[in-house]
């Protein structure tokens, strides 16, 4: 009765597993259409505001939506892919959305406390890193 209302380590993993492959599969569906349908639009975005070199800073928030969402999920080079997505989640929510309602952001800082959550915590006992450790 203890564990079950106090849980323990022995459940810990399934919660990651089930955080890691969820954020990075949702996280999937924004870098995709991005990376592969073309960076146009979301490159004048990033232009609007007023960060340096608009078209390389796309592109990089664009693959780490796309590649760092993938190796997210996978729990492959978990804590690096975080640490990109971390940045990149970060600038959507403080300098995108800066000044929107919570509502508007919360997202992105969804986004972003998940990453946050891998890159302390690593993939997890069920994750490629764990297979290759």
Do not use: I, Q
């Amino acid at each position: 009765m203890k564990a079950l209302l106090f849980g323990g380590d022995a459940d810990a993993n399934l919660g990651l597993l089930v955080l890691r492959v969820f954020a990075g599969a949702a996280m999937l569906t924004h870098g995709v259409p991005k990376l592969f349908g073309g960076l146009d639009g979301f490159t004048k975005m990033v232009a609007g505001m007023n960060l340096p070199a608009p078209a390389v800073l796309a592109f990089l928030a664009a693959l780490s939506e796309t590649l760092g969402a993938l190796f997210l999920a996978l729990g492959l080079l978990t804590r690096l892919s975080s640490a990109l997505l971390t940045v990149t989640m970060a600038v959507a929510a403080f300098v995108a959305l800066v000044g929107k309602p919570f509502g508007t952001r919360e997202l992105a800082l969804f986004y972003l406390c998940a990453a946050l959550v891998f890159l302390c915590k690593g993939g997890g006992k069920w994750s490629v890193d764990a297979l290759l450790r």
